[in-house]
């Protein structure tokens, strides 16, 4: 192994924050939003069976209290939903991998290819009726150290899987 | 002198004669534990008319049908090898092979508990990396064959490997040793509120399991014994008896696992025994530690007892006993156990960082006010004014926590390695080498944005180190450094 240990000039070093992101399909904005419609919808569901069946519920202003906190958690979520597309991206590197999310607590995950075990393409079934698939990259450890990419189109996910095996393969066959 | 036997591990081998036993016992505990309060039940109520329900004698057919399914399980059981596979055959009605590639065998351990030392045989584990850990396990086997077992497959893997660092037992360094008024010392200064919540847990299961066993008499049979009510009515003398039982508990524990602790230096990792009732083995080869830790609580920093942890390659989840402690009673041991991995860096270190101190403001808000809001209202409504007190003192607390660990938290940078010092009365050192990162995650919240500052956690695959409310810059420097130590090389990490 070689161990040269020259001093290397912080300013130098290849920065992640300036790396320019790939946005994810906007498709997968529409994924995002029908996903908080059924959440809310269940949550509205619950909450008109809670009202119908709890009597002391029955008033007039109570009612409106609860619809009020259900819209503005609607809107909350679509609020939030708007400004984390915008933040969300994805961006590869010769010799690592990032992911950019949240917007509230805004999260920069970066992977190294020397450190993935191995990767799947992931579909569920709203993603699939709109064409998209989430990678997922797994690295050793917790799940803590897991990554996962939603809103690629399925071709872009199964070749980006596809080229970060071949990067795996060939980083090992160098290390042999 | 005479030669130890000499066996041919191609054929078929089966364990010791008191693996027989040792099987038995281990069908009876397990019976015992899944039936035990049926059995009370049983036991109590004998006398009583519902005798003609015939549970006795279902639980008696369960208990002979699981002997003898041991019995032929221990007769089926056999271990070999075969075409470079380590074969592993048990099972006698649910049939299973085990087979394990000798080069994917990562440590054999030889364990042995009290009743392995009663009838003079180890247990044998063989650690894989995969995650059917439990599964390669010989039960009994008497210990001269299990070391030549041992030195066998090591020997076999190093020879399909020769380029793994293969961990061979033979010629080692004795590090240290524990004596028993160093474990004493250890005992007394343990962490208490653990026991206490130990013992807390354990009186709340036996409770839930005689409840379940007689229905709810029992609780009022309980309460209605004369020297029970006297107890609660004393609150200091309850408090007092839970924090002797807790102390007690406390040395109990220590003692059952460091009992006789025993660490030696091998060319591949350190070796590792100890416990008293469970003598238990461990090899931590020196590539698998992914970073160092240590810490002493406020006691024992001041008499310079510290637990040096080795943070391995965790599966998919930490547990408990695969963590590798080790008590040490003199500073200068730390070094030695750092000796394979990274030195200390305090002096050594190219910068040192601290957190801002708005991480005091923002855990005083999160932790502190937020949770009591719901409380403090509550209390207003009702006006219990002099109850206001209690969420002042936790907002107070969080406080002061927060002050402490802002002001004692350092990080040290250096070219190959960084380090971490935590703690609000305690401490806890951490060493980590760069290159065993796996991943970085740098956070900002909108707070953090404004004020300019991030949160950077380092993941490893023996944990992760998170740096809270150090400068966007810094953060962003650490990151591009971790992620060109990582990338720039191919080292193993593992």
């Given at each position: 192994?070689?161990?040269v240990?020259?001093?290397?000039?912080?300013?130098?070093?290849?920065?992640v924050?300036?790396v320019?992101?790939?946005?994810?399909?906007?498709a997968?904005?529409?994924?995002?939003?029908?996903?908080?419609?059924?959440?809310?919808?269940v949550l509205?569901?619950?909450?008109?069976?809670?009202?119908?069946?709890?009597?002391?519920?029955?008033?007039p202003?109570?009612?409106?209290?609860i619809?009020?906190?259900?819209?503005?958690?609607f809107g909350?979520?679509?609020?939030?939903?708007?400004?984390?597309?915008l933040?969300?991206?994805y961006?590869?590197?010769?010799k690592?991998?990032?992911?950019?999310s949240?917007?509230?607590?805004?999260?920069?995950?970066?992977?190294p290819?020397?450190?993935?075990?191995?990767?799947t393409?992931?579909?569920?079934?709203?993603?699939r009726?709109y064409?998209?698939?989430?990678?997922?990259?797994?690295?050793?450890?917790?799940?803590?150290?897991?990554?996962?990419?939603?809103?690629?189109?399925q071709e872009?996910?199964?070749?980006?899987?596809?080229?970060?095996?071949?990067?795996?393969?060939?980083e090992?066959?160098?290390?042999i | 002198?005479?030669?130890?036997?000499?066996y041919?591990?191609?054929?078929?081998q089966?364990?010791?004669?008191?693996?027989?036993l040792?099987?038995?016992?281990?069908?009876v505990?397990?019976?015992?534990?899944?039936?035990?309060?049926?059995?009370?039940?049983?036991?109590f109520?004998?006398?009583?008319k519902?005798?003609?329900?015939?549970?006795?004698?279902?639980?008696?057919?369960?208990?002979?049908?699981?002997?003898?399914?041991?019995?032929?399980?221990?007769?089926?059981f056999?271990?070999?090898?075969a075409?470079?596979?380590?074969?592993?055959?048990?099972?006698?009605?649910?049939?299973?092979?085990?087979?394990?590639?000798?080069?994917?065998?990562?440590?054999?351990?030889?364990?042995?508990?009290?009743?392995?030392?009663?009838l003079d045989?180890?247990?044998?584990?063989?650690?894989?990396?995969?995650?059917?850990?439990?599964?390669?396990?010989?039960?009994a086997?008497?210990?001269?064959?299990?070391?030549?077992?041992?030195?066998?497959?090591?020997?076999?893997?190093?020879?399909?490997?020769?380029?793994?660092?293969?961990?061979?037992?033979?010629p080692?360094?004795?590090?240290?040793?524990?004596?028993?008024?160093?474990?004493?010392?250890?005992?007394?200064?343990?962490?208490?509120?653990q026991a206490?919540f130990?013992?807390?847990?354990?009186?709340?299961?036996v409770?839930?399991?005689?409840?379940?066993?007689?229905?709810?008499?029992?609780i009022t049979?309980?309460?209605?014994?004369?020297?029970?009510?006297?107890?609660?009515s004393?609150?200091?003398?309850?408090i007092?008896?839970?924090?002797?039982?807790?102390?007690f508990?406390?040395?109990a524990?220590?003692?059952?696992?460091?009992?006789n602790?025993?660490?030696?230096?091998?060319?591949?990792?350190y070796?590792?025994?100890?416990?008293?009732?469970?003598?238990?083995?461990?090899l931590?080869?020196?590539?698998?530690?992914?970073?160092i830790?240590?810490?002493?609580?406020?006691?024992?920093?001041?008499?310079?007892?510290?637990?040096?942890?080795?943070?391995?390659?965790?599966?998919?989840?930490?547990?408990?006993?695969?963590?590798?402690?080790?008590?040490?009673?003199?500073?200068?041991?730390?070094?030695?156990?750092?000796?394979?991995?990274?030195?200390?860096?305090?002096?050594?270190?190219?910068?040192?960082?601290g957190?801002?101190?708005?991480?005091?403001?923002?855990?005083v808000?999160?932790?502190?006010?937020?949770?009591?809001?719901p409380?403090?209202?509550?209390?207003?409504?009702?006006?219990?004014?002099?109850?206001?007190?209690?969420?002042?003192?936790?907002?107070?607390?969080?406080?002061?926590?927060?002050w402490?660990y802002?002001?004692?938290?350092?990080?040290y940078v250096?070219?190959d390695?960084?380090?971490v010092?935590?703690?609000i009365?305690?401490r806890k050192?951490?060493?980590v080498?760069?290159?065993?990162?796996?991943?970085?995650?740098?956070?900002q919240?909108?707070?953090?944005?404004?004020k300019?500052?991030?949160?950077i956690?380092?993941?490893t695959?023996?944990?992760?180190?998170?740096?809270?409310?150090?400068?966007?810059?810094l953060?962003?420097?650490?990151?591009?450094?971790?992620?060109?130590?990582v990338?720039r090389?191919?080292?193993?990490?593992?």
């Open positions: 192994m070689n161990i240990n020259e001093p290397v000039p912080t300013e130098s070093l290849p920065r924050e300036a320019p992101l790939q946005p994810l399909e906007p997968y904005r529409k994924v995002m939003h029908i996903r908080s419609f059924i959440f809310m919808g509205a569901v619950m909450a008109a069976v809670l009202i119908v069946w709890v009597e002391s519920l029955q008033e202003f109570r009612i409106a209290l619809a009020g906190g259900w819209l503005l958690l909350a979520r679509l609020y939030l939903i708007e400004k984390s597309y933040h969300r991206g961006a590869i590197r010769d690592d991998i990032i992911y950019r949240g917007w509230f607590i805004r999260r920069t995950q970066t992977c290819f020397n450190r993935i075990q191995h990767s393409v992931s579909m569920g079934p709203l993603e009726a064409g998209l698939a989430t990678l997922m990259l797994y690295t050793a450890g917790s799940g803590a150290a897991d990554m996962d990419i939603p809103g690629l189109t872009t996910a199964q070749s980006l899987k596809e080229w970060i095996n071949k990067k795996i393969a060939d090992s066959a160098e290390a | 002198m005479n030669q130890p036997k000499r041919d591990w191609h054929e078929p089966r364990q010791a004669f008191a693996g027989l040792i099987m038995v016992y281990k069908t505990i397990s019976i015992i534990k899944t039936l035990w309060p049926l059995l009370l039940v049983i036991i109520r004998t006398g009583q519902n005798d003609q329900d015939g549970f006795p004698w279902i639980l008696s057919a369960i208990s002979v049908l699981a002997l003898v399914h041991s019995v032929l399980n221990f007769f089926w056999r271990f070999y090898i075409d470079d596979d380590l074969i592993i055959r048990k099972g006698f009605i649910t049939r299973k092979k085990i087979t394990i590639p000798l080069e994917r065998i990562q440590a054999v351990h030889i364990e042995q508990n009290l009743l392995h030392q009663l045989v180890v247990k044998v584990r063989i650690d894989t990396a995969g995650s059917e850990k439990t599964e390669a396990v010989i039960d086997i008497a210990r001269r064959k299990a070391d030549q077992f041992r030195a066998f497959l090591l020997q076999e893997k190093k020879q399909l490997a020769p380029d793994e660092q293969a961990a061979m037992p033979v080692e360094k004795p590090v240290l040793r524990l004596s028993v008024s160093e474990l004493l010392k250890l005992g007394i200064t343990a962490n208490h509120f206490f130990i013992v807390l847990a354990f009186m709340l299961s409770f839930q399991n005689l409840r379940e066993a007689f229905g709810d008499d029992i049979t309980v309460e209605a014994t004369v020297a029970a009510r006297r107890l609660l004393s609150i200091p003398l309850l007092a008896m839970v924090m002797v039982v807790s102390i508990v406390s040395l524990m220590v003692l059952l696992r460091y009992y602790l025993y660490l030696a230096e091998t060319p591949g990792g070796k590792l025994s100890m416990g008293l009732l469970n003598n238990r083995q461990f931590v080869p020196f590539p698998r530690i992914q970073f830790s240590w810490e002493a609580n406020w006691l024992r920093r001041k008499i310079g007892l510290y637990t040096v942890e080795f943070h391995q390659v965790a599966g998919n989840k930490v547990n408990e006993k695969q963590l590798v402690r080790v008590p040490v009673t003199r500073q200068e041991y730390i070094s030695v156990l750092l000796h394979h991995y990274h030195e200390a860096l305090y002096n050594a270190a190219h910068s040192v960082h957190i801002h101190a708005s991480y005091i403001v923002r855990r808000l999160i932790a502190g006010i937020l949770p009591v809001i409380l403090v209202s509550l209390l207003l409504a009702w006006e219990l004014y002099p109850w206001m007190l209690l969420p002042a003192l936790w907002v107070l607390g969080t406080w002061f926590n927060a402490g802002r002001n004692n938290f350092r990080l250096a070219p390695a960084f380090q010092i935590s703690g009365w305690g050192v951490r060493v080498k760069w290159y065993k990162i796996q991943q970085v995650l740098l956070q919240s909108l707070y953090q944005q404004r300019g500052l991030a949160t956690s380092l993941v695959a023996g944990g992760a180190i998170t740096i809270p409310f150090i400068p966007l810059e953060a962003q420097q650490i990151q591009n450094y971790a992620l060109y130590e990338e090389a191919d080292r193993a990490w593992l």
